[in-house]
């Protein structure tokens, strides 16, 4: 009974227009009394921003903060692949005939996921990486490789909570929720890169709307309040470190893995 109630009160405040108010507040200057209180509640190192938290002119001006210079060393080994986001590994594996298995006890197709792109069929039996950002974390998202866009495709969708809660809870969150997907190509093949809106998330910005390419590391996008990135690997062009596994917490510049040629 209490889970149809919380799944209840999920579906009905996952409303867009809740979402625009909760946005459009923090995007306020009245909002820049919540920062030291938001700091406390979700013990945020605010040290590591590049400004001291009163300089900043409102709550969101605040969650998609930069960091000083060097707080996040890219790792610099050959053929890394990494990660994105400072989150939480939610899920990582194989790609089982273009369907990602077992995210909180969901499968996934990559056709849903993906928007029926044709792209889809690149990741059939590629590696997925799915990276969970809470409050606390930094919620700006860097490019995990090196190289140019060859698409980018923005999928109106709804914003349900994709926390613990969401994914186990409510159908296909991540296949019904807002997504603004890159596809990056490198040198050994291609990337995409799932941004996936989330509940009181207005919206997902590019950090420079008009780039087409980027080097590692390179600022690519950000989340207004946390959310989550799938990060699919092309078949056949991904080995995964062997030390990672879900519930495992990961840095922005951490290597997730290495890169290798596509087999012909």
Known sequence: MAKTLLRLMTELSSRKWISRTVGAFSKSRGSKAFIPYFVRTYNIPAQEAEKDWKEYRSLNDFFTRKLKPG???????????????????T?????????????????????????????????????????????????????????RKME?????????PVNDFGLTHMKSVLSRNERLITYIEHDFGEVAVVKVGAMNVS????????????AQGDDLAYFEFGSTVVLLMQTDTFEPAPDLKPGDSVKMGSLLGRLKPKQS
Do not use: C
């Open 71 to 89: 707080m996040r060393p890219l790792d610099s080994s050959e053929h890394a692949l990494i990660s994105p986001v400072d989150a939480k590994i």
């Open 152 to 160: 980018s495709e923005h999928i109106k969708g709804k914003v349900y």
């Open 203 to 214: 919206s997902i910005q590019y950090a420079d709307a008009d780039a087409r390419a980027w």
């Open 91 to 147: 899920a990582a594996g194989p790609i089982s005939a273009g369907t990602i298995l077992n995210v909180k006890g969901q499968n996934y197709t990559l056709a849903e996921l993906l928007n029926h792109s044709p792209h889809l069929e690149k990741y059939k039996h590629g590696y997925v990486f799915v990276l969970y950002l809470s409050p606390r974390d930094y919620h700006r998202i860097h490019a995990p490789v090196s190289g």
